[in-house]
């Protein structure tokens, strides 16, 4: 089945602790991004990768950091997390062009 | 002015109801028109996939782009409870090598029994 698959669907972590949400997609996908949702303020953009070895800052960049060393994987990292990271997150990925296939998400929760 | 624009709602219908969904969108070069439905702790999933002006039929949905007005919808006829969802509009520009979609903030549906 296409997919694609993060982990964990939720997390609840402290001020400061270094955390890595999983993103991997079976799809063969170039394009893969990254996306916190919260109420009112929609999808908004964190990091997107166009290939791999390849990424980008998107809207919201700061307090993030992702890499992309293989073309089926794109973690999310936190290095220090503060209470306004806590949010919904999802990761996407698409063909050149196409639209997107989002995962399931991770609530995060710090605190 | 906000790139794409979306009334939040709540919309809330009786079953069997026609539903209008709609969002504005600023910039003249979206050419590539999506509707997303999103299920209460899931990922958002693909509904319709819409090029250029006129409208699109799948089942009970009907996508509607006018792009002279900058003005995009998604229709549900029949509405059930099942289709009780927040449901995101998205566009992109044109070119075969541009990825990044922009989304609306969201219109929450529900459908009353």
């Given amino acids: 089945e296409a997919q694609v698959t993060q982990n964990p669907r939720y997390l609840i972590t402290v001020t400061g602790k270094k955390l890595t949400v999983t993103c991997s997609q079976n799809m063969n996908h170039e394009y893969m991004s990254w996306y916190r949702q919260d109420p009112g303020l929609g999808l908004r953009q964190i990091y997107y990768s166009m290939n791999v070895e390849v990424t980008d800052k998107g809207d919201v960049p700061e307090g993030y950091k992702v890499s992309r060393k293989e073309k089926r994987n794109f973690p999310l990292i936190l290095e220090s997390p503060s209470p306004n990271q806590t949010s919904l997150y999802f990761c996407a990925s698409s063909w050149p062009g196409g639209s997107y296939t989002f995962g399931s998400g991770t609530r995060l929760t710090v605190v | ?113």
């Fill in chain 2, 1 to 113: 002015q906000k790139e794409v624009e979306q009334d939040p709602g709540p919309l809330s219908v009786p079953e069997g109801a026609i539903v209008s969904l709609n969002c504005t969108y600023s910039n003249s070069a979206f050419q590539y028109f999506m509707w997303y439905r999103q299920y209460s702790r899931k990922g958002p999933e693909l509904l319709m996939y819409t090029y250029s002006s006129g409208n699109k039929e799948d089942g009970r949905f009907t996508a509607q782009v006018d792009k002279s007005s900058k003005y995009i919808s998604l229709f549900i006829r029949d509405s059930q409870p099942s289709d009780s969802a927040t449901y995101l509009c998205a566009m992109r520009i044109g070119g075969g090598s541009n990825y990044k979609l922009t989304f609306g903030k969201g219109t929450l549906l529900t459908v009353n029994p």
